[in-house]
């Protein structure tokens, strides 16, 4: 069974860092395209980052370009989601999903999703 657990989200001050992990089970980690999106209230879920099965490729939003970094660790069934130089728009519920296509940036490329966990930035 595919489990993916969200952590590290919290409360911080603009211009701060936070990051998140996202700890996977119950399937071949290494052999799948990794993704961050996040939740604001009221609005549609977004596209943040991907990564690809190896982690040599990624790609993120225009929103987060020069602020975010997705990695992971194949060794640890892991991947990240460094956050810096964070804004109040950055406020959002952020879920990692796993998917099967090479260059995922929709939802729909993704088939199973964590939890999520909430990052709240403060003016």
């Known amino acids: 069974q595919v489990q993916l657990v969200e952590s590290g989200g919290g409360l911080v001050q603009a211009g701060a860092s936070l990051r998140l992990s996202c700890a996977a089970s119950?399937?071949?980690?290494?052999?799948?395209?990794m993704g961050w999106f996040r939740q604001a209230p009221g609005k549609e879920r977004e596209f943040v980052a991907q990564?690809?099965?190896?982690?040599?490729?990624?790609y993120r939003a225009d929103s987060v370009k020069g602020r975010f970094t997705i990695s992971r660790d194949n060794a640890k069934n892991t991947m990240y989601l460094q956050m810096t130089s964070l804004k109040p728009e950055d406020t959002a519920v952020y879920y990692c999903?796993?998917?099967?296509?090479?260059?995922?940036?929709?939802?729909?490329?993704?088939?199973?999703w964590g939890q999520g966990t909430q990052v709240t930035v403060s003016s």
């Open positions: 999903a796993k998917s099967s296509v090479i260059r995922a940036r929709n939802v729909n490329d993704y088939t199973d």
């Open positions: 119950g399937y071949t980690f290494s052999l799948y395209t």
């Open positions: 990564i690809s099965r190896s982690g040599s490729t990624t």
